[in-house]
């Protein structure tokens, strides 16, 4: 079945460093979103891209339907980033379908 | 203001009793609406979607029923509870199947 492969499941950086993280899809996905999961275990929307790169701040995520991936770029890590991030592709006709990944754990270390 | 509300916050519901579970979008017309569930410790997964009042898609059997009654308000609900209905509840809305945002979620212990 369609599926979201999602790495790593845990991330430790250091403050002021960065990483990736990166999803791919076993078949062409329609978007792409990410996410991060607040205290309460709901989800806060970080970015939706159906094509390209986007960035904000220092986050910057990047869409290839065609090669079947997408990542989010962390830089610049600081001790509030920790936590759980979802990478989620839109996929079938009606494009109301989402099938998360597994998430990643980011701890930032002073 | 907050566009998603869920009730209840959370809930504890024995094994054979039924639940009922809502979600109410706020200033948007016509949205498309979402039902997710997360066990502890397992990934999030869709289990319904609607995109009209009276209509609604199922994705994920889990011994779950939804419906949209109106415009606004979707439920999640079953005659009886199963101990693996566990978990963590998420409600979602879009509009024309674009990005998703979510309400706050409904934790649900079976006991």
């Known amino acids: 079945g369609d599926q979201v492969e999602q790495s790593p499941s845990a991330l430790s950086l250091h403050e002021g460093t960065g990483s990736a993280l990166r999803c791919n899809f076993t078949?062409?996905?329609?978007?792409v979103q990410w996410f991060r999961k607040n205290s309460r275990g709901s989800l806060i929307n970080l970015f939706y891209l159906a094509s390209g790169t986007k960035e904000n701040g220092r986050l910057k995520s990047a869409f290839d339907s065609k090669e079947r991936y997408s990542t989010l770029h962390i830089r610049d890590a600081q001790l509030e980033d920790s936590g759980t991030y979802f990478c989620a592709a839109l996929y079938g006709s009606s494009g109301n379908k989402l099938i998360f990944g597994i998430g990643t754990l980011l701890s930032v270390k002073p | 203001a907050q566009t998603i509300h869920q009730w209840p916050v959370a809930e504890i519901k024995a094994v054979g009793s039924p639940l009922s579970l809502g979600c109410t979008i706020k200033?948007?017309?016509?949205?498309?609406l979402y039902w997710y569930w997360q066990a502890t410790g397992g990934t999030l997964q869709q289990l319904f979607y609607s995109i009209t009042v009276g209509q609604v898609e199922s994705v994920v059997q889990l011994n779950l029923s939804a419906s949209r009654p109106k415009d606004d308000q979707f439920i999640l609900s079953t005659e009886k509870l199963l101990l693996s209905h566990s978990g963590f509840y998420l409600c979602?809305?879009?509009?024309?199947?674009?990005?998703?945002?979510f309400g706050p979620g409904t934790r649900l212990t079976v006991l």
């Open positions: 200033g948007k017309s016509s949205p498309n």
């Open positions: 979602a809305w879009s509009l024309r199947a674009v990005e998703q945002y």
């Open positions: 078949t062409t996905m329609r978007a």
